[in-house]
């Protein structure tokens, strides 16, 4: 190959590696995926938990999937939750079953205890990229 051929080749490929690291942090986990993973639990410390996710490759090996930006209600949780974890994005969690009324957002981090104020009071959730419009 000439040096003229493998230029364009060689730009084309540093042009995609830089917009690929532009992307926010929140949207880009360190392993390369690109989706949200939510793990809301009935015991304090992250223990007796239901694992979600938004995509293929997340976190959790055997996790449901939900729809971003959808409500999705708490079911056998129902007023359960003691502890979580959501990376990737934000989540929402609500009272009523229709995410009537917002409790408290998450933003990539983990809650091992949530106190008395929030601990068993969510019936559904959501999430998104960002806390906004949740």
């Known amino acids: ?29 360190s392993y390369g995926y690109q989706g949200i993973d939510l793990a809301y639990c009935a015991s304090a410390d992250l223990k007796d938990c239901a694992y979600w996710t938004s995509g293929p490759g997340g976190r959790f090996a055997s996790a449901d999937r939900f729809e971003e930006g959808a409500c999705t209600t708490l079911k056998a949780f129902d007023r359960r939750i003691s502890s979580y974890t959501v990376e990737g994005g934000c989540c929402g969690f609500y009272a009523g079953d229709k995410c009537e009324r917002l409790l408290w957002t998450a933003n990539n981090k983990p809650a091992k205890e949530l106190g008395a ?3 068993d009071k969510a019936e559904s959730w959501k999430c998104g990229r960002a806390c906004q419009g949740l």
Do not use: E, G, N, Y
């Open 1 to 29: 190959m000439h040096f003229t051929t493998v230029l364009p080749l060689l730009l084309a490929a540093l042009t995609a590696t830089a917009a690929a690291a532009a992307l926010p942090a929140a949207q880009i986990t």
């Open 117 to 119: 104020a929030r601990d």
